[in-house]
């Protein structure tokens, strides 16, 4: 049987690091398998779902590179979801309820007060035709299904074993009373008709698989593989809801986070095995093992990104980020000297910016009153053009044999007097790159 899983959001909102970690367990599943990973648009909520957050999370997901096999949109499968509802109704699994929200309300207080679980009692169902009819003239009905009250059980990839009595859920409304299908019973149907074999979420989404499984059966399905993988929350344990507005992906890329070292971290974050900086798709997915992850809640914090972010840009080949510094202005001629001096000492890609300045205007020489005279007097001794890797071994034995100088007191200056910062790449890499010397105009 061919794998198939499905990263399935609502376009209601930018993709964020909860969903992206959805969306690339679903992916590597299917990537490790060589099965078939579909993007399902959840939009059967016209009045939420807008075409500019379907465009959105496409261009997130082709960011990531975390490319789908398809695309499916609920909305185009309205006639679909009828036709499954025809058939649950005709099996005596979907029945029309007609409590307003402020009875349902006034049921479960009750039931709460009397200490029982607040589970709906199925009045509607007891209705007879007139008594129905006479409930749809007041305001029309919506659409229950109708669950077995047995216990459900089924193995979960990351829960282990899970049992949940159905008798404890109420029964799910599937068809609100305006016709709009709801995200249960659509996705049932997609699933069991696409063939879905893996279905990865988060654990928000436990009830809803018990209920799941159920109308898969009803339908005649066959329910697929469940894992439900732990939310996150932020650094120090709280809820991330309420921050998720700054954990977008689009946030995450205008920070200058490369998608290479989200995924990585991603990949393993809540799992025993190590996060480490991975260079590819294939080999996170060769990594990848859905029982490797644990049930607490996942911390995420967003400075663990900028390690694996360094570790993705030192190992990149200048040919692969040549068009990069060239759009930033770094000539092609340079661009292999300037990539190699800077790999391995950058954080953000756009960090980069700053020092080609630094190299094409020279930088404004940060010199201690104490050093002073010293930088002048090196700056008397800099070797004649063209400078090359061994220039800046050549000037500082020559500034050190005239001031007596050494170490730190020799070396520190003259970085801070040529590049204006006490860090940054080697200096024997960065001088040839050094058009001008401002210290020295
Ligand atoms: N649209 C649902 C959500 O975003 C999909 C859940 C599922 O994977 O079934 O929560």
Redesign the pocket.
């Known amino acids: 049987m061919s794998v198939v899983t499905?990263?399935?959001?609502?376009p209601t909102g930018h993709l964020h690091v909860g969903?992206l970690r959805?969306a690339l367990m679903n992916f590597l599943i299917a990537r490790k398998a060589g099965g078939t990973f579909i993007l399902r648009l959840?939009d059967t909520d016209a009045e939420r779902s807008t075409v500019a957050f379907a465009d959105a999370i496409q261009e997130d997901l082709a960011w990531l590179g975390l490319a789908w096999d398809r695309v499916e949109r609920q909305s185009a499968r309205l006639d679909r979801y009828a036709a499954a509802a025809a058939r649950l109704r005709a099996a005596g699994r979907l029945y029309e309820a007609f409590e307003s929200p402020a009875e349902l309300e006034l049921k479960r207080k009750k039931l709460l007060t009397m200490g029982r679980p607040p589970v709906y009692d199925r009045a509607s169902l007891a209705l007879d035709d007139a008594q129905k009819a006479a409930r749809r003239a007041a305001s029309p009905g919506y659409w229950r299904f109708l669950l077995d009250q047995t216990r459900i059980e089924w193995t979960d990839g990351v829960l282990g074993p899970l049992s949940i009595d159905a008798g404890s859920i109420s029964d799910p409304v599937l068809i609100r009373a305006d016709g709009q299908v709801l995200?249960t019973f659509a996705?049932v149907v997609d699933?069991i008709e696409m063939g879905v074999t893996h279905?990865v979420?988060?654990a928000?989404?436990v009830t809803?698989t018990a209920t799941q499984i159920q109308i898969m059966r009803a339908l005649g399905g066959v329910p697929p593989a469940f894992a439900h993988h732990s939310l996150l929350t932020g650094a120090g344990g709280e809820a991330l809801s309420k921050r998720l507005g700054t954990l977008s992906l689009r946030d995450l890329r205008a920070r200058g986070v490369e998608p290479m070292a989200l995924l990585s971290l991603m990949a393993r974050l809540g799992s025993s095995r190590p996060v480490e900086p991975a260079r590819s798709l294939d080999e996170l997915a060769a990594g990848f093992d859905i029982a490797s992850f644990g049930a607490a809640p996942t911390k995420f914090d967003a400075e663990d990104l900028w390690p694996l972010n360094r570790a993705w840009l030192a190992g990149l080949d200048h040919s692969a980020v040549a068009g990069r510094l060239e759009a930033m202005g770094v000539p092609a001629a340079d661009v292999a000297a300037f990539w190699e001096a800077m790999r391995a000492n950058i954080s953000r890609f756009d960090d980069l910016a700053a020092w080609w300045a630094i190299c094409r205007d020279g930088a404004e020489p940060a010199v201690a009153p104490e050093d002073r005279a010293f930088v002048d007097t090196a700056l008397t001794l800099l070797p004649p053009r063209p400078w090359g890797p061994e220039t800046w071994g050549e000037w500082t034995g020559r500034v050190k044999a005239a001031t007596g100088r050494k170490g730190r007191a020799l070396f520190a200056p003259l970085r801070a007097a040529l590049t204006g910062r006490d860090s940054g790449p080697e200096m024997a890499a960065l001088m040839p790159l050094l058009r001008r010397v401002a210290a020295a105009a």
Request: charged letters at 30%; proline letters at 6%; aromatic letters at 12%.
């Open positions: 499905r990263f399935a959001p609502s969903n959805t959840d995200y996705s699933d279905v979420r988060g928000d989404h809803n």
